[in-house]
């Protein structure tokens, strides 16, 4: 029966192998796909599928302001505190708006 010393020494030589076996499997593949993109003239562009990139987002206008502070809100999301305070007392959104 092998001693572990040995046993660890033959699973070293076979990782070792392992890698050089992979190694050679993808300098074929990549030698392969390389050949197949300049045989039907595809470029890495081709390959991203046409990924979309992502819009920055932009700020959005101030639509309503608080004439007493000079708070503004967008209109967008829950309307602010000072806004719905406002409301509360009777008074329209629209008396906020900026012009």
């Known amino acids: 029966m092998a001693t572990y010393t040995e046993l ?6 076979l990782l070792k192998q ?3 076996a992979r190694r050679a499997e993808i300098a074929s593949v990549v030698a392969e796909i390389q050949a ?3 045989e039907y003239g595809i ?10 990139k992502a819009k920055a987002r932009t700020a959005v206008a101030a639509k ?6 000079g708070e503004s809100w ?4 829950r309307a602010p505190k000072w806004l719905a305070e ?3 007392k ?10």
């Open 18 to 20: 392992a890698e050089v």
């Open 74 to 77: 967008s209109g967008r999301g």
């Open 43 to 52: 470029t890495l562009d081709d390959l991203k599928g046409g990924a979309k």
């Open 86 to 88: 406002e409301q509360a």
């Open 64 to 69: 309503y302001r608080n004439p007493a502070t």
């Open 90 to 99: 009777g008074r329209s959104k629209d008396a906020f708006l900026i012009k």
């Open 36 to 38: 197949r993109m300049k």
């Open 8 to 13: 660890k020494a033959q699973a070293e030589a």
